[in-house]
């Protein structure tokens, strides 16, 4: 005979007040208790309400099953079988189940910041004409919302040592690698690359200073038309060396795959405006394939395949639930508001991105294709790609420190439940739940190398170690500086309006100006990207857990160091950034939230 007393307490964050019928049911591994309506015990939910204590008696004698559990799970939680990865299945917003739903706090929160961004940025570009004729319109709209990096960007957007360091660590940092072998489509020479005379490529790759950005993955996709005008999407080749001052320097640009007389090769020794309006043309392929590829794919679309898996595959008891589950917070219902607000067709990615429509899904299709497991994990991405040794790369610097950390939280977790390989092997729920993410997340693509089970401890705290790190600090490095990197529009064009140059000699100023995209296209992704960097109020960061999911003495201690590790690394990130121009703060555990909830 086993008593158990529960206290129900209200959250004191804004607008935490429900007035609904609330049930509580004691779940454990033998049984489980008959819901219980507890208006009984507390009459009102507002924010702050403690509850009288509620008694319950041999509460958990009648039997149940695991599997019954799933079972009603998986008809809660089914699989859109279409589209790229697939999905949760959701008619409307009002079908999603209430446990994933955005607090009334967070949907108030983004109602309020999206209409206050679209509206102030709105109002001024109603009073402008559809093009800007001068950079000083441009900076009107940034001084409605301006960052302390938005503001350093409009100062150094021209400069060369600028636009090699965001391939390091601005929005898209899993892009550049190492080249130890010119790509047979990108024709250089040491005069055009070197004209002093003081450096060979031969010999700058031999000493690992040459590093490409190739964005194949662009090549011919469908470009969007705006307000009735074709967009313009490149697919570049970029070359970079890194100079004696530790510096990422552009030394070629090639705006096309294939390489033809139409399609000059541009360099630092060319005339400003050409080189300035091939680095803008860069930059905004940059902008179209991140924000589908490092940002929806790898982060968003990842997530929401392990959060459903998870939903359906493991009951609540298991460990893997409790470990996982703070990281799945609002991760579908986001991506539920995503595919249908900007994704869709119509949606608001197709109003001010030249990728939009036909030409978004082409790219989708083509990054998961070219998606590997290794490639998300970080320790295995930063050695295929060659950065090991890169300076100045803090991307790299605060992810290794991230996931090893992550890392150890994971493998002594697990340890404590699963003692063997055998044990592993034989727990059909985890099982399940990878086979799932196989199946429906990568589309049972064998070539991606994500496992298809697990076979031993160490394969399955790797995976987890990954699934972590993807759903917070991945998520976060490449999503929360998008205002920061692009509330400048020069130095992130969501679109290009006019076609590239098929000669060099003839841009000037104007020229930039006209294939800028139009005013009202700047406004729509400005106040778009300014509301996805936004937090809210009730964002819960990594390693806080608000909602206790285990209960014995040794996971607990070890969410105790879990969150010590990340307080020391969070200072030493602020110690290094006092000494930068340009902070880091990405990766800063005080601002990297549990999940993709934004």
Known sequence: ?????????????????????????????????????????????????????????????????????????????????????????????????????FSLTKTAEMTYISAKGLGRLGLMGMLQSNKFNCIEDIKQLLNVHKTQVSEYVSKHWKEDAFFGYQFLN????????????????????????????????????????????????????????????????????????????????PVAIQLKQKPTKDNPIFYPSDSEYDWLLAKTFVRSANFNLYELNAHLLRTHLLAEVFAVSLLRNLPMVHPLYKLLIPHTRYTLNINFLARMLLISKGGTFAKFTSSGGEGALTILRRSLTSLTYSSLCIPDDIEERGLKDVPNFYYRDDGLQLWEIINRLVKSTLAFYYKTDAEVQEDTELQNWIKEIFQYGFLSQETTGIPQEFSTMDEMVKFVTMVIF?????????NSGQYDFGGWMPNSPTTME?????????????????????????????????????????????GNYPEKHFTERFPLLKIKEFQEELKKLSADIKARNSRLDLPYTYMDPEVVENSVSI
């Not at 699989?79 to 959701?90: D, L, R, V, Y």
């Not at 194949?216 to 967009?231: A, F, H, P, R």
């Not at 993807?470 to 490449?478: E, I, K, L, N, W």
């Open 470 to 478: 993807t759903c917070s600090a991945q998520h976060s490095a490449v």
């Open 170 to 249: 601005g929005t898209n940092p899993i892009l550049i690698q190492r080249c130890t072998q010119l790509p047979n489509n990108l024709s250089v020479t040491d005069e055009t690359v070197f004209p002093d005379g003081q450096h060979n490529l031969a010999e700058e790759m031999e000493k690992g200073n040459i590093f490409l950005c190739d964005y194949k993955i662009l090549d011919e996709v469908e470009s969007n038309t705006i307000n009735g005008n074709k967009q313009f999407l490149m697919a570049p080749l970029v070359l970079l060396w890194k100079n004696n001052a530790d510096q990422l320097m």
């Open 498 to 542: 006019l076609p590239p140059p098929k000669e060099k000699g003839t841009t000037t100023e104007k020229t930039i100006l006209d294939a800028f995209p139009s005013v009202n296209t700047t406004v729509h992704a400005m106040s778009t990207v300014w509301l996805l960097s936004k937090q809210s109020s009730d964002s819960i960061f990594l």
């Open 1 to 101: 005979m086993v008593d158990y007393e529960v206290i129900v307490l209200t959250g004191s964050l804004g607008f935490a007040t429900t007035f609904d019928n609330i049930y509580i049911k004691l779940v454990g591994l033998n049984g489980s208790s008959k819901r219980k309506c507890l208006w009984s015990s507390m009459p009102s939910f507002y924010s702050g309400a403690l509850s009288e204590p509620l008694k319950k008696k041999n509460s958990l004698l009648a039997k149940y099953s695991r599997q019954e559990e799933l079972e009603k799970q998986q008809q809660v939680y089914c699989w859109e079988k279409e589209g790229i990865a697939h999905c949760m299945k959701a008619d409307n917003a009002q079908s999603l189940p209430y446990d994933i739903r």
